[in-house]
């Protein structure tokens, strides 16, 4: 089984910063593409930023010059870091990933979530 888990959410003023963490554990033979997701009250689920295993990153555009996505593969665990934030940012924040076993198919993971609320 594989478990992902968030920390790093909160409370924090506009323009301030955050720095998301999603840790994988479990059966993991590879880590594949990762994201990071958002869901906020009266919205569709929206893909905030995704990270090939290379380290290959890409954004929405609304987040574009001020979230940055990496991953430290050695220990199987990807990070956001939010910048500049907006009420608008305000939201649930999920991370997904891509899990290849030795043998048969990758199947998709998500973690619990993490709040993060953008508020003076």
């Known amino acids: 089984q594989v478990q992902l888990v968030e920390s790093g959410g909160g409370l924090v003023q506009p323009g301030g910063s955050l720095r998301l963490s999603c840790a994988a554990s479990g059966s993991i033979f590879r880590l594949n593409t990762m994201g990071w997701y958002r869901r906020a009250p009266g919205r569709q689920r929206e893909l905030v930023a995704r990270?090939?295993?290379?380290?290959?990153?890409d954004y929405v555009d609304s987040v574009k010059g001020r979230f940055t996505m990496s991953r430290d593969n050695a220990k199987n665990t990807v990070y956001l870091q939010m910048n500049s934030l907006k009420p608008d940012d305000t939201a649930l924040y999920y991370c997904?990933?891509?899990?290849?076993?030795?043998?048969?198919?990758?199947?998709?993971?998500w973690g619990q979530g993490t709040q993060v609320t953008v508020s003076s």
């Open positions: 990270i090939t295993s290379g380290g290959s990153a």
């Open positions: 997904n990933a891509e899990v290849e076993a030795e043998i048969g198919p990758s199947w998709i993971y």
